[in-house]
């Protein structure tokens, strides 16, 4: 169901309708000495309410908590992309309803520039702001100011994943991006960008079927492009259905690649409908390639290609790891429950990204509510997804993505803390929470208070102090 979640003022997905500057912020318990850096958060936050708009399409708004010997701040921006500069000069939107989808009495020459909502993330000198229909763009980091879209000197065009992964070997940051040939078409790009800025590959190659690919898979020598049923059609957007919708005959594919090889090389895997938003951690053991994923059975928040909703009971996420033999006589693969537990935005020790990793973080959900907007509590797994510890917060309230900070660039896999944001319902605020990442059951031994709240938003990252 393509939900108006921006109307529904009780929960904490309402945009917030400015910016501010908080130099001096309140801290509950003590911050830790070595967090000196920027928490950078991204999410959708409309400039301007459009009726019956997806969650998924507002305006991107970047908070930054600046943590610094103990002391904290915060700033928050809008992401200046060129539509969101069109509606500010003209007071109005002239976008909302579906993906790239105009208003009618929009200006025929207005064209959508993006909405760079999804993520933000630092390579090679840059923090980048992303979404998966256009070019990161580029963000002064202490101001938040926007400086445009970031092509590579040319060479990367089209969409660009909101989810790159940075190789901890090698500082490389691998890519992708879906629609690659145009709005609703199968075509993938693949590519890299050295850990100095330099873009080294880029290519195209086709999907089975278009589809909405939120997140893919790397590791060491692999990558993998899962392609499931949340299929995008044009011939759908253009007689008023719905531009993504749930067609679960379609089948689920994953594409695997070695990252040394060449997109015409590509295998591909397949399995029955099931959805994923994202990826916890990959690996390989000898043939075999290991991923951890959450899974849903059916893809929330979109419905059947006629308009009628998915199976809500189908519609929650749970810890899955997928196993793909390379050297098996099969095209199918794997997928094996860890737990039963509802939960979304898993995060790793990403010094272990694409490597073998001991430890993992996401956010749980109370499965009695809806999958987003519910998210009530953090929970830590070792590497097979057993249970090490789990914090969940009072009644109504709700946490962002939890995202790990190392102690130190030589301290052990796991040992660091964890920064998520709190939405305190009650007094209808955010915290900046600070856990120690292997007891996370002792709760936060720092809270950051701000006097207003931060919405809930998608994805973040922490940059140390350089």
Known sequence: MQQDAFADRRSNLAPIPFEADAPFLKIVGELPRELNGTLYRNGPNPQFEVPGAHWFVGDGMLHAFHLENGRASYRNRWVRTPKWLAEHDAGRAFFGHGFGGKLPDAPADVTDGGVANTNIIFHAGKLLALEEQHLPTEIEPGTLATRGYCNYQGRVAGTFTAHPKIDPATGELVFFGYNAAGPFTPALSYGSIDASGRATRFERFEAPYTGMVHDFIVTENHVLFPILPLTGSKERAMTGRPPYAWEPEKGAYVGVMKRKGSAKDVVWFRTEACYVFHVMNAWEERNRIVADVMQFEEAPLFPHPDGSPTNPEKSFARHCRWTFDLAGNTDRFQRTYLDDLTGE?????????GLKSRHGWYACANPRLPMFGALS????????????????????????????????????????????????????RSDLAVFNATDVEAGPVALVQLGHRVPDGFHGNWVGAQ
């Open 345 to 353: 935005f898993p995060r790793v020790d990403d010094r272990r990204a």
């Open 377 to 428: 509590g953090i929970v830590h797994v070792d590497g097979n997804g057993r249970r090490l510890g789990q914090y969940l917060l009072p009644a109504a309230d709700t946490i962002s993505e939890p995202v790990f900070v190392e102690r130190s660039k030589d301290a052990p896999e796991g040992d660091g803390w964890l920064l998520a944001v709190i939405w305190r319902a009650r007094e209808n």
